[in-house]
């Protein structure tokens, strides 16, 4: 029988699941017998993704959902039999709103597709003045940028939809999802998609309409699932699906295991094998090594191999959030409705948004309960990560009285503060993944996917670790990777 060849993944977030979960699937179809390890340093599996269940409640620590669109987070979910378990957002009270001047406005309807259905609901929100809805319907017109150079977020959306609405609008929405800084962001590395709308179509509204006209009649809102989509027990639901069915294919699943250092030894010509030194002293040889750790991580482990590699890693900045759960009397919060609101920067509130999660979702908490989900910090906000759990939750409670009127009193907290934990694509992200590609590809069987590179969303996370995992199975067939041809 041919010798199992054997890989070691550091980081058992939804990105190193996701790539021991393809690997399994990719090695058996290339006939490629494998033996895989997978490393954590925390105290389980999931990384970013943890569902706490209090009583009747269900909170989410990280992340709450994710978009369906994607189609690799649906298809994971399918395969792992959980299929019965997917949630679609609640039908009634969808409406969700914005600050502005203190006040919530109603995000206007159309606005998500880039395709004003009507004029009404944007002047009725009373959010842009006659010439800010002008200039945003001139979008039409506005000539399309250069295709060489990557330009900040804030930048394209002020050119395309001008001050008002970008301020008002879609900062909010958009660096909101990144918990980022817009003038920072790139704009190919986060939103390539209107990238490549205002290339091919002139403009992202003709863009958009385009892509409505040339959908198929089944395509349009026939689809089953609505924009984001969630577990009904909790996302920690498919980080549990995924260990026990990466335990059922014999992958060894080790937490509590932090990698303190890689090195890598050769033992035929262009072949390397790697040991992987854990913080208490014992070692792991591989000859593939996947790293799906935060680039910071990534980087320390690196730089002594690579220094080029560190140094790029190094460059990926991280913004540090916190969600903070808050549960009402349903009685004294009955005026609230729909699913949220969201709050522009040049608001300078601490809030970053807020979700009625019990509205929004199925089973989150018993009808007499209002559970609300409050984010902070992102990049430039991050002071208040430093107040103490009673200070932050009362600012946030002037907040949520200001703004909704919520002037119960909680009848549970909790606080989650992630440190360092969203990767911030900025401008010439792309660029330097090119040369990071380059530095690595230099060690076969070495490769890192996660967070920090194509993608911060569950379904890219996932469908980088698949991608992660065909590279594996290329290097331990000798094979050249095409973008790595050297
Ligand atoms: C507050 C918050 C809300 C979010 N909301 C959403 C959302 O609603 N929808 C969505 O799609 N995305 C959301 N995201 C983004 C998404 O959750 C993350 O991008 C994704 O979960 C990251 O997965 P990952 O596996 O790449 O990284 P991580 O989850 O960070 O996993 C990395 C793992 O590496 C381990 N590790 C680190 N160092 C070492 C070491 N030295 N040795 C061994 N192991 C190590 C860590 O313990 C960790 O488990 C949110 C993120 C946050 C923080």
Redesign the pocket.
């Known amino acids: 029988m041919t010798r199992p060849r054997t890989i070691v993944i ?9 790539t021991a979960f393809s690997l399994q699937e990719k090695a058996t179809q290339a006939g490629v017998p494998i033996r895989c390890t997978v ?4 105290p ?6 943890v569902t706490h269940r209090i009583g009747d409640l269900v909170t ?8 369906s669109q994607k189609q690799a ?1 649906l298809d994971l979910c399918m395969k792992l039999g959980l299929a019965g378990q997917l949630i679609n957002t609640n039908d009634t009270g969808k409406k969700a709103c914005v600050l502005h001047r203190g006040r919530l406005h109603d995000l206007p309807e159309g606005l998500l597709s880039f395709v004003p259905k009507q004029l009404g609901p944007f002047l009725q929100s009373g959010l842009l003045s006659w010439p800010g809805l002008a200039r945003m319907g001139f979008e039409f017109a506005v000539p399309p940028g250069s295709p060489r150079d990557d330009e900040s977020l804030a930048e394209f959306l002020r050119r395309r939809f001008g001050v008002q609405a970008y301020e008002r609008l879609l900062e909010p929405l958009m660096a909101g ?1 990144y ?1 980022g800084d817009a003038e920072q962001m790139s704009l190919r590395a986060t939103f390539p998609r209107f990238f490549e709308l205002e290339q091919e179509h002139g403009s992202i509204m003709r863009g958009m309409m385009a892509a409505k006209k040339s959908a198929s009649p089944g395509q349009i809102g026939h689809s089953r699932r609505t924009m ?1 989509v969630s577990l009904k027990n909790g ?1 920690s639901d498919l980080v549990a699906a995924l260990t026990s069915r990466l335990t059922q294919q014999g992958v060894e699943l080790r937490v509590g ?4 250092a890689v090195r890598v030894r050769s033992h035929e010509l262009g072949r390397w094998m790697y040991d992987v030194i ?2 208490d002293g014992s070692a792991l040889s591989a000859e593939s090594l996947v790293l ?3 680039a910071y ?1 990534s980087a ?2 690196l730089r002594p191999l690579t220094p080029i590699a560190g140094g790029i890693l190094d460059m990926i900045p991280y913004a540090s ?3 903070i759960a808050m549960a009402f009397p349903r009685t004294l919060t009955s005026a609230i409705e729909g699913f949220g609101f969201i709050v522009p920067r040049r608001e300078q509130r601490h809030l970053i948004a807020a979700t009625w999660t019990s509205l929004k979702w199925p089973n989150r908490a018993p009808a007499d309960q209002l559970l609300a989900r409050c ?1 902070v ?1 992102g990049v430039g906000r991050e002071d208040v990560l430093q107040l103490d759990d009673d200070a932050l939750t009362s600012t946030l409670r002037e907040e949520l009285a200001l703004f909704c009127g919520i002037r119960a009193d909680p009848t549970y907290t909790e606080v ?1 503060r ?1 440190w360092k ?3 911030q694509y900025t401008v010439g992200h792309g660029a330097r993944l090119a040369q990071l590609d380059a530095a690595v590809s230099r060690y076969p069987g070495l490769v890192l ?4 590179y194509r ?7 996932i469908r ?2 698949a991608l992660a995992a065909e590279q594996v199975i290329r290097d331990l067939q000798g094979k050249v990777h095409p973008d790595r041809a050297r």
């Not at 490393?39 to 925390?42: E, I, R, V």
């Not at 989410?60 to 978009?67: N, R, Y």
């Not at 295991?257 to 303190?260: G, H, K, L, S, T």
Request: charged share 15%.
């Open positions: 550091v980081g058992g977030g939804i990105s190193g699941l996701a490393l954590d340093s925390g389980a599996w999931g990384g970013k993704i989410e620590a990280g992340p709450d959902s994710f978009l987070g999802i918990a984001f996302l295991a932090r990698v303190e854990l913080q799906a750790t935060p991580v320390d482990l959030t916190a969600t984010y910090g989650n992630w934990a969203m990767p996917t996660g967070a920090a993608g911060v969303g569950i379904p890219d996370c980088d670790g």
